[in-house]
Structures are given as structure tokens and as C-alpha cells.
């Protein structure tokens, strides 16, 4: 509980000061050295482009709608009540957030940008869904997949990488400042921790009414 606690006491930091400043010094300098304009080493630009795909426009919805159903298919209602708590109040709360910081985006005279978003900067929606998305099905995979299966060891690659690459992409694309990805971070992975929480509470109590039914003559 202590590193929740810290993390959420540093994004709080971290969102008053971007209140304040429409970006840090170092938010600068770091954006300046990995742009796609000023650093474009062969192969980097088509990845951290990719990378973003699942976050862009409709997108997020789109995917986290699919998965709901198909937990839901496969009648894994814990499943899908957590990743609709994980990703769908994650991108809640973040327009809250966006909208009560009203930071704006990094401006093209000091930033060449490869999209043009609409929305204001801080905290990056992009992470936000990233690490509450591929996060959740993350720790679902490590769960429930057989240990030791190649289809378990593929998942977890699959759904980490994401997560570890979208801030970097975000930063690249010149679509947000590196201090928006940090914050995105700081509280996503404290919703993340929270939704899972509720999920194995979720599972615990299902488990234990099946077990009641079974256990009537």
C-alpha cells in the first residue's frame, strides 16, 4: 500500500506543477533529442507509430468492447467486470483529469508533431489505456494460462510490450511531453492495481457461491 500511496502523492506533484507550467525544462530537452524529425534511426519510426495504433481515435473502445464480449462468451464475468472497471473508469477518470489540468499539447514551434490530437496533454490517454488494458490482460494471462505453455510465455510478452513502449511512442510522435507519459504511469498503474484488486474479490466470491451451490444435497 505505501508505493500506491507514493505514486498517487507523486502524480499529484506532478499534476499541479503541469497546472502551472505548459511544460518543464526537462520535458524539452528530452523531447528534443527523441523526435522523429532530429532522431530517426532505421526501423524506429514505423514501430513507435504502430505502437500507438491501439490507443488512437475509437480504437480503445473498439478493443475493450471486444474483449468484454468475448470474456463474456467464454463466461468469464470476473474477467469482464475487471477489465470494464481497469480500462473503461481509467478513461474516465483521465478525461476528468485532462480536463481539470488543461495542459496543453507540446506547440509545433518548439515540438515537430506527427498528429495533430485535439485533446488537452496531461495525463497521456494513450498510456493510461495501455497500462490498464494490456496491463490487466496481462496479469489475467499469468493467472489463468498453463504454467509453462508457449501460449502463456507469447501472451505475457505480448501484452508487457505495449505497455513498456507506448510512453516512449507518445514522446517520440511528439504528441505528448515526457512528464504527460510519467503521470500517465503514476496513477494508471495505481487504477490497475486497484482493478485487480476488485477483480480477485470478484473471483474469490464467485468461487465461493459455486462452491455453496455444489455443496447443497
Known sequence: QTIYAVALGAFAVLAVFAYLDPYFSWDLKVSSAFNWKTFAPPGLFPLMRATSVFGNSWTPYALTGLTVILFLLFRRNSEAAGLTLSAGGSGFI???FKTLIARPRPAPDLIQSYVAPLTNSFPSGHVTFYVTYFGFLFFVAYALLPRGSFLRRATLVLTALPVLLIGLSRIYLGAHWPSDTVGAYL?????????????????????FHKGEATAKP
Open 94 to 96: 483521465n478525461t476528468l
Open 187 to 207: 496513477w494508471s498503474g495505481v487504477w490497475l492495481a486497484f482493478a485487480l484488486w476488485m477483480y480477485r474479490r470478484w473471483k474469490l466470491k464467485r468461487t
